[in-house]
């Protein structure tokens, strides 16, 4: 393809930072490093929790700055782009940097983020025309990938503000971390003023309030921080307070016996009542990962230290939990084929009393010989054995997953290709809900019928994270099938929001063209396969402290 970088929206990422887009950073320290230092000290989040617990006293982010590479390498320790996985850049790739940057929005002149979707067609705008938190994440890594920092900053500040906004639905107040699920800026010509409009849940389909939202924004703060090496963002008083406040809300303890956390049906990308109440997977995975995030960039002052020991009491907490509880392979199927039930006491080994007659008979059929998932969902006499793709990719970006499952995940996405990926990347749950089971769990939504939107539909954003997985698993060839697949179809169909059908052959039956996370999300994946190393920011490394809890207790043995 002909033209420079500039042509098709792309900046020259191999060259330095601006002094406004380092901000406050010591350029002095950077004089003397090099490009890339592949021997470098192990960053904040990759030493283990016991040496944090212990070390607690230690003051500011210690090794954290080692993670800056200038230019937007992210600094994980991963090889740059051979040539076997380079690539020229694909014609749609201009299309999409187009697309993307046409999504802006801004406040006092300022870009503060995209909007969900820019579709001209659709009759009915909603709430497509508001800047969400979670359908931004593809949309910052991009800008970050780029060398666009100040775009996601911005983000980062103003939503930030937003959470203080005091948060009232129906004389009812949320707690006081709460992040908003979207907002909008309303631009009055006359007067020429911007005026900022949250929704906290308050307008949202059924009135939930976001779950994910708090965790997607600390997500993104440390994936500034270490594209950028920019410390003088997550060490403000404002984002420390911001941090506190979000874990504060989720680390409180109350009546609750697991570590996991209790959600309602549509507090996450799923945001309509699809039957993932209790402990979904995907706020779980999410969950543990902002737990480490935060864990990385928390200050140790009295407040930071606080929370950095109740973080890595609850995450060794957490792992444990969901890696014995929620994991699914052929072993672990066949055991919970033979429970018993009514059993009492520590001694019992199916705890949650679940009725081994409640295996829906798809599971046997779909479960590999080699390879297994998290389940969506583990409760009292309740197992959701369907797979969910978010909560499974985040889980093995965040190592909540071993190292073991990470490759067992993998081993199933292949060996069930056709029912995850099928003609278009990647299936949001499978398998779909059908006929009475579908009236009663669904409560007969006409969007969510089978095999479309959240109930088995594909979509396309789902790749960026299907990539990070793949790169991080050593499997970047499934990540380029997958490419590959979507490259077919994504422009010619005008970037729609979902796919329907069971192998995903159809434009999603009320999807919108133009969704902004659609092309954020094959942007993300294209550069992360082109270079690797831009995975250190999304991803975090095995805790090796966390491995001895994988051993099961004696109750779980027969």
């Known amino acids: 393809m002909d033209g420079t970088k500039e042509t098709i929206g792309l900046r020259n990422v191999s060259s330095h930072c601006s002094i406004s887009e380092m901000d406050d950073y010591d350029l002095s320290r950077l004089l003397d490093k090099p490009r890339l230092n592949i021997e470098r000290q192990r960053s904040f989040d990759e030493r283990s929790l016991s040496e944090l617990s212990i070390g607690l006293s230690r003051g500011g982010l210690d090794n954290y700055e080692s993670t800056y590479s200038p230019g937007g390498r992210s600094g994980l320790d991963t090889p740059a782009s051979s040539t076997r996985n380079s690539f020229e850049p694909h014609p749609m790739v201009a299309e999409a940097w187009e697309a993307l940057r046409r999504s802006l929005v801004h406040f006092r002149g300022q870009p ?269 006499a309740r197992m959701d054995f369907r797979w969910f793709a978010l909560g499974n990719c985040v889980a093995i970006l965040s190592s909540l997953a071993t190292p073991e499952q990470s490759m067992a995940i993998m081993d199933l996405i292949e060996a069930r290709w056709e029912e995850l990926v099928g003609e278009m990347p990647l299936k949001i749950a499978y398998p779909a809900i059908e006929s009475h089971d579908w009236r009663i769990v669904t409560g007969c939504d006409p969007k969510n019928t089978r095999w479309s939107y959240h109930n088995g539909g594909s979509w396309p954003v789902l790749l960026w994270m299907l990539t990070a997985a793949c790169i991080k698993t050593g499997r970047p060839q499934i990540a380029r099938k997958a490419i590959d697949l979507a490259e077919a179809r994504l422009l010619k169909d005008s970037w729609p929001e979902y796919y329907d059908g069971l192998h995903g052959r159809y434009i999603g039956k009320q999807a919108r063209k133009y969704q902004t996370w659609s092309i ?39």
């Open 112 to 380: 503060v983020g995209t909007i969900a979707a820019y579709d001209h067609a659709s009759e009915e705008v909603l709430n497509y025309d508001q800047v969400f938190v979670r359908d931004f994440v593809p949309s910052a890594l991009a800008f970050l990938m780029n060398g666009e920092p100040d775009i996601v900053k911005n983000f980062l500040l103003k939503t930030l503000h937003i959470q203080g906004w005091e948060k009232r639905i129906d004389r009812f107040k949320l707690g006081e971390g709460a992040m908003p699920a979207s907002f909008k800026v309303l631009h009055d010509p006359v007067r020429k003023t911007d005026t900022l409009i949250a929704d906290f849940g308050e307008s949202a389909i059924g009135r939930v309030a976001p779950v994910d939202s708090g965790f997607w924004w600390i997500i993104l703060l440390r994936a500034y921080t270490k594209s950028t090496g920019d410390l003088s963002l997550a060490e403000t008083p404002e984002c420390q307070k911001g941090m506190r406040l979000i874990l504060a809300l989720c680390l409180s303890e109350g009546f609750d016996t697991f570590p996991t956390l209790l959600c309602a049906d549509g507090c996450s990308m799923i945001d309509r009542r699809m039957g993932i109440y209790g402990y979904p997977i995907e706020i779980q995975s999410l969950f543990f990962m902002a737990l480490r995030c935060a864990l990385s960039m928390l200050k140790h002052d009295a407040e930071g230290k606080e929370f950095m020991e109740r973080i890595v009491k609850r995450l060794h907490a957490l792992s444990y939990h969901m890696r014995s509880y929620f994991w699914l392979d052929f072993q672990q199927l066949n055991d919970i084929y033979r429970y018993k039930t009514e059993e009492y006491s520590h001694t019992a080994v199916n705890k949650f009393n679940v009725i081994p007659d409640s295996i829906p008979d798809w599971v046997f059929e779909f479960m590999p010989t080699r390879g297994g998932y998290f389940i969506g969902n583990v409760s009292p």
């Open 520 to 558: 954020a999300g094959y942007l993300v994946a294209k550069m992360m396969l082109e270079d690797p190393s831009h995975l250190g920011m999304i991803s975090l490394e095995e805790d090796k402290q966390m491995k001895p809890v994988l051993k099961r207790s004696s109750s779980w043995t027969c």
